[in-house]
């Protein structure tokens, strides 16, 4: 039987380790992917330290996932081998829970999501439902599509969702490995854009990705300077802080909303005042299904979007999912499979 070598947790918090593994075949609707790149994102650390208890052990991780259709199984209309395709978070749904039928396809009840409850892309080769599938443009490399099919979607379905318009005061609350496709997105949107990070080392950055206003949370009153500019229509929270969550609040225009699509330990503490008086929501904003994602690469393809990356092969994904987990990486790690 042919071989082919993922990345696999054994058990929960185990090292990863390189393995040889046969050649998965794909059952129907499904299709087999060669992998040609995968980004490492936080959501990883959900099966390398058993986060969730439903967690399949030994389990090959990564949800960012481009490749190309190498193989397709029984009943698949519409991907052919040859195809270049995406997988992100969204990994198939059930079609029979309540959410699946009114549409709220990502809210499934069965979500299916590689590298969490089945094997995702650190490897060579995976297996995918064909409903999971987003189709990737010609001018999109495999590297700078993997990151945009979870950090990219989710910002951007969560801005055009937001129900802001070309013009609207939008904020981008951190620039990070979210932050810095959310500025982008917010500014090709035709949003005025306004970016908000700690320190002044990240405003030429900011203004780089397209803000067109920079905001230093240390040494400014944030409410108050986005009440200078009208409020905001929405904030984007892409920082795992609630804190930093809670204090953009008041700055918020009548009606506006902060999206949160950070996520993080500490609560966001919110007046009622604050809410009541202008009218304000806070919502949070999951990724999107495959057709989201496939709308993003698109939207990325054709106004010129990219991730920020660097990149390791396979055999170092021990690395690099530790620089992730450190901070340090600017802003997405990914993974790449040779030829």
Known sequence: ????????????????????????????????????????????????????????????????????????????????????????????????????????????????????????????????????????????????????????????????????????LVAILGIGGLGHLGVQFAAKMGFRTVAIARGVDKEALARKLGAHIYLNSQTQDVAAELNKLGGAKTILATVTSGKAMSSVIPGLAVRGRLVVVGVGADPIQISAFDLIMGSRTVVGHASGASIDSQDTLAFSALSGVRPTIETMPLERASEAYDKMMRNEARFRMVLTMGA
């Not at 967690?55 to 193989?71: F, K, L, Q, S």
């Not at 990502?106 to 590298?115: E, M, S, T, Y």
């Not at 993997?146 to 055009?160: E, I």
Request: a negative charge; charged letters at 20%.
């Open 1 to 168: 039987m042919p071989r082919m070598r993922p990345v696999q947790v054994a058990k929960k918090g185990a090292p990863f380790e390189l393995v040889e593994r046969e050649l998965p075949s794909p059952g129907r609707g499904e299709v087999r992917l060669k992998v040609q790149a995968c980004g490492v994102c936080h959501s990883d650390s959900i099966a390398k330290e058993g986060l969730i208890p439903s967690v399949p052990y030994p389990i090959v991780p990564g949800h960012e996932i481009a490749g190309v259709v190498d193989a397709a199984g029984e009943g698949v209309i519409g991907w052919s081998v040859g195809t270049r395709v995406g997988v992100g978070w969204f990994g198939g749904h059930c079609g029979r829970c309540e959410p699946c039928r009114r549409g709220d396809l990502v809210d499934c009840r069965n979500l299916r999501i590689p590298g969490i409850n089945y094997d995702g892309g650190y490897a060579e080769a995976m297996v995918a439902p064909a409903d999971a599938l987003a189709l990737i443009p010609d001018e999109l490399s495999p590297v700078d599509a993997a990151p945009l099919l979870c950090a990219g979607v989710t910002t951007y379905n969560a801005l055009r969702e937001s129900g802001a318009r070309p013009g609207d």
